[in-house]
């Protein structure tokens, strides 16, 4: 199985119930959805390249050629993480669940437990692999920044992600509705009430403002009126200037 891979490289994740531990990034192509603070580029069949770091922090890339095998792929995998002890291997987008056999192949050949960060749409894509999934980083994508809303989706998804240890992150912003936070609170409390439910400043992109302190206490003492665990925590990495 071969697919186009965006980058492989060694960072520490930045976001969410796991920021700070240290992982390898597999960034596969391809989304289903349509953010408007999206900030890759993620179109299948647009990387005639993947970008590698030669050395887990060095933030020197090579270039090697698509589409990487499996095998190859969990080659160049343990080469980066050396020895240098890794939390997880995350496999992130795009939407990495448009890739299931790569995934579940990948999984075979690596020691790493599997991290997936994912939209929180394609359920049945999830149940297709779940069996090799260790983490899951769900988002809940609000209206305002999608063509069409996807409540649904994230319920069915959310019913099939809680057999693993899995959280959910909301990227709120100044023009994120009150109404869309308590949607979306609702949503883990009737599927999942013990699930952590993460709030993510934007980090402003594609006409998307940053939410103020105020908006973001407010959003969040709506939020814990249906789930008890509601952090708020922005993107760690960027304000390092890691990749």
Not at 48 to 56: L, Q, S, T
Not at 156 to 172: E, G, H, M, N
Request: aromatic share 6%.
């Amino acid at each position: 199985m071969c697919e186009n891979i965006i980058e492989i490289f060694s960072s520490i994740q930045g976001e969410g119930k796991y920021v700070g531990c240290r992982q390898v990034f597999v960034r596969l192509e391809g989304c289903n959805l349509d953010c408007t603070y999206c900030d890759t580029e993620n179109e299948i069949g647009r990387h005639p390249h993947c970008m590698v770091e030669e050395d887990a922090g060095s933030h020197a890339l090579i270039s090697y050629e698509n589409p990487l095998s499996a095998q190859r792929t969990a080659e160049i995998i343990a080469r980066i993480v050396g020895d240098v002890p890794h939390h997880s291997l995350s496999m992130t987008g795009g939407e990495p669940l448009l890739h299931v056999p790569f995934i579940r192949e990948l999984a075979a050949r690596v020691s790493l437990p599997i991290f997936l960060e994912t939209n929180g749409t394609l359920d049945k894509a999830l149940a297709e692999c779940i069996d090799c999934i260790d983490f899951i980083s769900m988002d809940i994508k609000l209206p305002d920044v999608l063509s069409v809303p996807v409540w649904d989706a994230h319920a069915r998804f959310l019913a099939v992600a809680r057999a693993k240890d899995v959280y959910v992150k909301i990227v709120v912003a100044a023009e994120t509705a009150d109404d869309d936070i308590v949607t979306a609170a609702r949503i883990v409390a009737d599927t999942a009430p013990e699930t952590l439910l993460i709030l993510q400043p934007v980090t402003p992109y594609g006409g998307c403002t940053a939410p103020t302190p105020e908006h973001l206490l407010a959003f969040q003492r709506l939020a814990l009126r249906h789930v008890s665990d509601v952090r708020i925590i922005p993107q760690t990495h960027r304000m390092m200037d890691l990749l």
